[in-house]
C-alpha cells in the first residue's frame, strides 16, 4: 500500500512535466528537449534555495520562474535567430547541464533537514489525522505519506484548473492557434513568434515546477535527475490520450495528469515484478515509439485490407 | 489606399532554380476600389498578393498602404489593416479550435490578446446570429471544431473572420479555386455583398474567367511578372469573357515567337 501511494505521490508531482510536455509536444508539435534540463533546473534551485534556509514556498516558485526563462531561451533560438526547433532545446539543455552544476555546486544536494513541501503537509497530515496510521479500505496506511499524497493532489488539480482556464483565455487561444496553425495567427495580427516563446516558458516553468517538487519527495536533487523525462512525460500524455481522448484541452490536461499516475503505478509494478531498474528507460522508449506507430500502422493495414475504389 | 511602387522579388536568386516573380509592378489602387487580378501560371497573382500581406519581403520597391511606409512591416504588423482569405480553404482557420474560437480570435484583430475570456456573452450572441446569416446551419455548431467542416464551409467563415474587423484592404487569393462549383459560387456570392456593403478595398485573384468579367470595377491581366493590362471604368463593364481569352491568346503568341526568334538566333549564332 505504502508503495502505491509513493507511486500515486510521483505521479501527481511529474503530472507537471506531463502538462508541461503536452504543452510544447501536442500544442506547439515541439520536441522540446529543454525539458529534460529545466526539470534539474528547477530541482537543483529549489533544492539550493532550501538549504540555504529559504521558504519553501518562494524556493518552488524561484524553481519555477528558472525553468520558465530557460524554456523562453529557447523559443527565442528558435523564432528570433531560425535554429531548428529540436537543435535549440538541445543547446539549452547541455548549457543547463553546466548550470544546473554551478547552481547546487556539487552533483547531488540532499535535502535531509530543514522545511519543505513534504514537511508542511506531512505537519498539516498530524494535524488533521491526529495519529501516525490512518486506516484507508482496510489497510493501515502511514498518515504522512497519505498528507503528502492529499496536498501534492490539490496542488496539482489546482494547476490543472489555472492551466485550463489560461488555454481558455483570449491569449490562450492565440497560443493554441499558434501550434495548429501559425498562418492564421499570424493574419489575426498576433506575432507568433512570440505565442511559441510564451509556451515554451510556461511548459517549462511547468515542468521546474515538477522537479523542484519531486526534490523534495524524494529529499534530494541530482544532476542527472533529468535524463529521459521527456520520453517518460511523452509516455504519459499517450498514456493520458488513451484513457480519455483529445477532443478538448479539459479532457486533454485530465488525461495528463491520469496519464502520468498510471505510468508511474505501471513502473512501480514493474519493478515490484522485478523488472531491472537499468532497463526502464529503454522500455520506456520503445513504448513511446509504439504508441506513436502502432495506430499509424493500424489504419494502413485496415486501408489494405478494404477493396481498391474504382 | 494602396500604393505599389516597382517592386521586384525574385525566389531561389542565383541557383538553377531561380524564379523571377515579380519584375517592376506599378499598381496604385484607390480607396473602395475592387480590383481583379488574372493572369497566366506563373505570372507573378499570388506573389504580389503575399508581398502585400508582408508573406515575404520585396527585394526592391515599395509599399505603401493607408498612407503608410508597410514595406519592411513584418505579416503580423501588416495584418491589422489586411484582411485575408487564402486560396487552400485549410490556411485560414485554426483547425482544432472551435468555430466560436475561431471568430473569437478574428474579432480582435490587430488588438494585444489579453487575459480575459476569449467569448463573452456578448461576443457569442454577435457570432451566433452572423453565422447564422451565412444559411449554412453552423449556428448550432459554434463548439465543433472547424477541422470537422467542409472547405466552402470553413472559406465563408474564413471570409467572415477576414472582415469581422472591418480591413483597409481585402486580399482574396483564388479562394474558390479549391471549392466544388455549387461551394464556389455561394462563396463568390458572400464576398460580393460583403464587399459592396462594406464598401472594402479589395484584391482578387482569379482563374475564372467568369468571375473576372462580372465582378470588380477594374481588372489587370499580369504576365511574367509585370502589370501587362490594366482595364477600369467603361471598358471594364463591356468586358466579356472571349476579351480576355483573346488577350490570353495574343500573350501565348508573342511567346511562342520570342521564343522561335530565341530558336533562330542561336541557330545563326551559336
Known amino acids: 500500500m505504502s508503495l502505491l501511494i509513493g507511486a500515486m505521490t510521483i505521479g501527481f508531482i511529474l503530472s507537471l512535466l506531463a502538462l508541461g510536455v503536452y504543452l510544447s509536444f501536442r500544442i506547439f508539435g515541439y520536441s522540446d528537449m529543454t525539458t529534460e534540463g529545466t526539470i534539474t533546473l528547477g530541482a537543483a534551485v529549489t533544492a539550493i534555495l532550501l538549504v540555504k534556509g529559504v521558504d519553501p514556498f518562494i524556493a518552488t516558485a524561484a524553481g519555477c520562474v528558472a525553468g520558465a526563462i530557460a524554456g523562453a531561451v529557447t523559443g527565442i533560438i528558435h523564432t528570433r535567430f531560425g535554429i531548428n526547433g529540436l537543435l535549440a532545446g538541445i543547446l539549452v539543455m547541455t548549457a543547463l547541464y553546466s548550470i544546473n552544476l554551478h547552481v547546487m555546486g556539487r552533483s547531488n544536494v540532499p535535502l535531509l533537514a530543514g522545511e519543505n513541501f513534504t514537511t508542511h503537509a506531512e505537519k498539516l497530515g498530524r494535524m488533521v489525522f491526529g495519529s501516525e496510521t490512518v486506516n484507508v479500505a482496510g489497510w493501515d496506511v502511514s498518515s504522512r505519506d497519505l498528507s503528502v499524497l492529499i496536498v501534492a493532489a490539490l496542488s496539482i488539480t489546482a494547476i490543472s484548473i489555472l492551466l485550463y482556464m489560461f488555454l481558455r483565455t483570449d491569449l490562450g487561444t492565440a497560443l493554441r492557434a499558434t501550434g495548429d496553425n501559425a498562418q492564421m495567427i499570424r493574419a489575426t495580427g498576433v506575432n507568433d513568434g512570440n505565442m511559441i516563446v510564451l509556451g515554451l516558458a510556461i511548459s517549462n516553468g511547468l515542468v521546474a515546477l515538477g522537479g523542484g517538487l519531486l526534490a523534495q519527495y524524494q529529499g534530494f536533487a541530482d544532476v542527472q535527475m533529468g535524463i529521459g523525462m521527456l520520453v517518460w512525460g511523452l509516455a504519459s500524455v499517450i498514456i493520458g490520450e488513451a484513457l480519455v481522448g483529445t477532443k478538448q484541452i479539459g479532457y486533454a490536461i485530465v488525461g495528463a495528469v491520469m496519464g502520468s499516475i498510471l505510468f508511474r503505478l505501471l513502473v512501480a509494478v514493474a519493478l515490484r515484478w522485478g523488472v531491472n531498474p537499468n532497463d526502464l528507460k529503454l522500455i520506456t522508449a520503445i513504448f513511446v515509439f509504439a504508441a506513436l506507430v502502432v495506430p499509424g500502422f493500424l489504419e494502413k493495414l485496415k486501408k489494405k485490407g478494404k477493396p481498391a475504389h474504382a | ?270
Not at chain 2, 123 to 152: A, F, K, Y
Not at chain 2, 187 to 207: D, N, P, Q
Open chain 2, 1 to 270: 489606399m494602396l500604393e505599389i511602387r516597382n517592386i521586384w522579388k525574385t525566389f531561389y536568386a542565383g541557383t538553377p532554380n531561380e524564379v523571377r516573380s515579380l519584375q517592376g509592378v506599378n499598381l496604385s489602387i484607390e480607396d473602395g476600389s475592387f480590383v481583379i487580378v488574372i493572369g497566366t501560371n506563373g505570372s507573378g497573382k499570388s506573389t504580389l498578393l503575399n508581398s502585400v500581406a508582408g508573406t515575404f519581403f520585396v527585394d526592391d520597391g515599395t509599399l505603401h498602404l493607408d498612407g503608410k511606409d508597410i514595406t519592411k512591416w513584418q505579416e503580423y504588423q501588416r495584418a491589422p489593416m489586411i484582411g485575408r482569405v487564402f486560396q487552400n480553404p485549410f490556411s485560414g482557420t485554426s483547425p482544432n479550435l472551435t468555430i466560436g474560437e475561431n471568430i473569437a480570435l478574428a474579432s480582435r484583430r490587430g488588438m494585444s490578446r489579453s487575459l480575459g475570456w476569449v467569448r463573452d456573452k456578448k461576443l457569442t450572441q454577435q457570432i451566433r446570429e452572423r453565422v447564422g446569416r451565412l444559411n449554412m446551419g453552423l449556428e448550432n455548431r459554434l463548439e465543433d471544431p472547424i477541422g470537422t467542416l467542409s472547405g466552402g464551409q470553413r472559406q465563408a467563415l474564413t471570409l467572415m473572420m477576414a472582415t469581422w474587423v472591418k480591413p483597409k484592404l481585402l486580399l482574396l487569393d483564388e479562394h474558390t479555386a479549391a471549392l466544388d462549383p455549387k461551394s464556389a459560387d455561394q462563396v463568390i456570392k458572400l464576398s460580393e455583398e460583403e464587399i459592396s456593403r462594406e464598401k472594402l478595398t479589395s484584391l482578387m485573384v482569379t482563374h475564372s474567367m467568369q468571375q473576372a468579367v462580372n465582378l470588380g470595377d477594374r481588372l489587370i491581366m499580369m504576365h511574367r511578372g509585370r502589370v501587362l493590362h490594366d482595364i477600369r471604368g467603361a471598358e471594364k463593364q463591356r468586358l466579356r469573357p472571349e476579351d480576355l481569352l483573346q488577350r490570353f491568346e495574343d500573350i501565348r503568341r508573342a511567346d511562342r515567337l520570342d521564343e522561335s526568334a530565341a530558336e533562330m538566333l542561336k541557330r545563326a549564332y551559336v
